[in-house]
């Protein structure tokens, strides 16, 4: 929780530390954005904590990008924008067109979602760490999920 929490601050402080142009700026066709990698960090992150919440039967099972309604606000067609709506998967060109709202909305939802993706980890009993997760299709163990979508997040920031 030390790593991923860590992880999740060090993300958040260098982009709050950004210009607006620093920000939304694009190194190039396969160097997205700090927004767009926050974002991608974030909804990964939000997949995560709502399918933890539902395999241990707890409420909010919903992602925060579904309560917020943020597709539809932020004008992005859901099934366009990657794989479950994260952005893994996009061509290049249809991530560099992706247009986000301003930086404290990109943050904001990053924030909400780390909380949530902390608090759904945090209530997983001791005991169900080392158990396959539900519906896993590498017969990967919580744990081993937990570690995998923090090291993506770490990723980011290399």
């Known amino acids: 929780m030390r790593f991923y929490t860590l992880t999740h601050e060090r ?8 210009s607006t142009d620093q920000f939304f700026r694009s190194g190039g066709p396969s160097l997205h954005s700090v927004a767009w990698q926050l974002w ?6 939000d997949v995560f904590a709502a399918h933890l919440q539902a395999d241990f039967e707890r409420e909010p ?15 992005f067609t859901p099934g366009s924008i990657g794989r479950r709506d994260a952005g893994t998967g996009m061509d290049d060109a249809s991530a560099e067109r992706m247009r986000f ?8 939802y990053a924030r909400q979602v ?14 169900d760490l ?5 519906d ?23």
Do not use: C, M
């Open 40 to 45: 991608h960090s974030a909804r990964w992150d």
């Open 11 to 18: 993300l958040l402080k260098v982009s709050v530390d950004l």
């Open 101 to 108: 709202p301003g930086q404290a909305a990109v943050i904001d």
């Open 130 to 134: 080392t158990i396959v997760a539900k």
């Open 114 to 127: 780390f909380d949530f993706a902390i608090s759904a980890i945090s209530a997983i009993p001791d005991s």
């Open 136 to 158: 896993d299709r590498d017969g990967d163990t919580y744990l081993d999920n937990v570690i995998t979508i923090s090291s993506i997040s770490a990723g980011i920031l290399e």
């Open 61 to 75: 099972r919903n992602e925060v990008w579904q309560r917020e309604g943020l597709a539809e606000k932020w004008s």
